[in-house]
């Protein structure tokens, strides 16, 4: 059963910090691995996927890299702002049907 | 529309009650997926459509639980006689496909809030 691993759980840093979340995955047969982030009191939204063939995405600030073959990925956010304020989370699908296995997330805090 | 819509945004109801939740999801969309998040914990998959059919059922978490899909668009799930333990948010996501060895993006609404008193 996939398992998956958000280190550290919350994080707070000031603004203008460059900053690393980590998630590791115990099966590395997976399709893709996802990075989201939450608000409080709404949904998810996509910030990158990776599919299981690419090393790394990068979307504006955010850089994703992934690391199959050990079951780690790592978002990297440059220059933090305090709109970052949010819950990051990681999700990986590995099954029929792309269901994904998320993991506990990050909640990170980014002080003015 | 332009996003994963989710009916109603909360919802209150008493032990015992059956409850609906229902899914927009995007247009063109022929994979839906529905996962919990009870508090304190994180998501859970519960099930997931290509096109009307279910073909894993298996993150269901009794059989107080169903969910359906009727044109290939509106999705609905279903609590029959709720529990306290039920009270979650409950997030629907859609997305291009979900068969073959493809993978799409997963775009996720704003949930539905469930309290069972």
């Known amino acids: 059963k996939q398992e998956v691993t958000q280190i550290p759980a919350a994080l707070s840093v000031p603004e203008g910090e460059n900053l690393v979340l980590n998630c590791s995955f115990t099966?590395?047969?997976?399709?893709?691995l996802q990075w989201f982030r939450q608000d409080p009191g709404k949904g998810l939204t996509s910030l990158l996927l990776?599919?299981?063939?690419?090393r790394e995405q990068t979307s504006g600030r955010l850089n994703a890299s992934l690391d199959k073959s050990s079951g780690r990925s790592t978002l990297y956010i440059a220059a933090s702002q305090p709109g970052d304020s949010a819950t990051y989370l990681c999700?990986?699908?590995?099954?029929?049907?792309?269901?994904?296995?998320f993991g506990g997330g990050t909640r990170l805090m980014v002080k003015p | 529309g332009a996003g994963v819509s989710q009916s109603p945004s909360n919802k209150v109801t008493e032990k015992g009650k059956d409850v609906e939740l229902r899914c927009d999801p995007i247009?063109?969309?022929?994979?839906l997926y529905w996962y919990r998040q009870r508090l304190g914990q994180g998501l859970e998959f519960l099930i997931y459509?290509?096109?009307?059919?279910?073909?894993?059922k298996s993150g269901l978490p009794s059989d107080r639980f169903s969910a359906e899909r009727t044109g290939e668009s509106v999705s609905t799930l279903t609590i029959q006689r709720t529990q306290q333990e039920d009270s979650a948010v409950y997030l629907c996501?859609?997305?291009?496909?979900?068969?073959?060895?493809?993978?799409?993006?997963?775009?996720f609404g704003p949930g539905t809030r469930l309290t069972v008193l």
């Open positions: 996501a859609s997305s291009l496909s979900a068969s073959g060895w493809a993978t799409y993006e997963q775009f």
């Open positions: 099966d590395s047969a997976i399709y893709n």
């Open positions: 990776i599919q299981s063939s690419q």
């Open positions: 999700a990986v699908s590995g099954n029929a049907g792309n269901m994904l296995t």
């Open positions: 247009s063109g969309h022929t994979a």
């Open positions: 459509f290509q096109g009307n059919s279910a073909p894993d």
